[in-house]
């Protein structure tokens, strides 16, 4: 019991509590264009709203989560500085050492420019010539950014000596803007290998391929290739298109490319 006393005494007040969210309410109340209309925004009563900026009153629950939220920091405003406190729903690409070069090729990606959906994606082998890969990627929106989702052949998971269940399979990637199309760092659940893609909108007649390459994160003078044309194309919500591609995922000779597709990976040409 006694030492249950002794921490006890290391725990803030709640009058330090209070004080100390009302130095951060302070530090993001700052910025406002009026504490009135921040205020208004955070649908909390004025006068209440300065009780807590000093320090003399503790919101609700509900009214703490709505004053975190907007201002997209955590609980630990009761506790740390807020200029201490990297938002966690931001990620790495958000931290202050980081931010002002990386932070913002992770912001959404406008619909227009790479639609959520369905695209089939088509590539040589990189540890065969005469073999190329195909496959379906599924890229969607969550949380303000963009995602990709899809899933490695079986069989180039059995080259590698690697198991080909559905979750060994799945690779999963955020997708970044870049200033002349869209770079992809995708990974497997729990892995420390992954791939970069890089990829920029073609200009045709649907306005729905995309080419690039895709590189892998691994040592120079391991077995086959590290990089390789890339060709995405979007499918939408044509379903025959889905049918076709999903029927054609894994590995595959030249011949099977679709037309379009071959052209693009110019499989007689090196690739630079």
Known sequence: MAQIRQ?????PSPSELRSR??????????DAVSISELCRQLGINRTQYNRYLAGESFPRPDVLYRICDFF????????????DITPAEQGVFQHPEIAEYLGDCTKEIPEQELPSGLYRFARRSFSNDTQFVQGLNYVFRRDGFTFLRGYEAKDAM???GLPATPSHREFRAVIMAQEDG???????K??????????ARLPSFENNFWIGYVARTVREGMAGRRTERLAFEFLGKDTKK????ARQSG???EDDLPIFMKNLLKPQEPFV
């Open 7 to 11: 921490n006890d005494t290391n725990r």
């Open 21 to 30: 969210l009302g130095a951060n309410l302070r530090q993001l109340s700052k």
């Open 72 to 83: 997209k920091v955590d609980a630990r405003i009761l506790l740390e500085p807020v200029a």
């Open 158 to 160: 059995r080259a590698q």
């Open 182 to 188: 869209i770079a992809v760092l995708a990974g497997r």
């Open 190 to 199: 729990g892995t420390t290998t992954g791939s970069f893609n890089y990829l």
């Open 242 to 245: 889905v049918m076709t591609a």
């Open 251 to 253: 590995f595959c000779t």
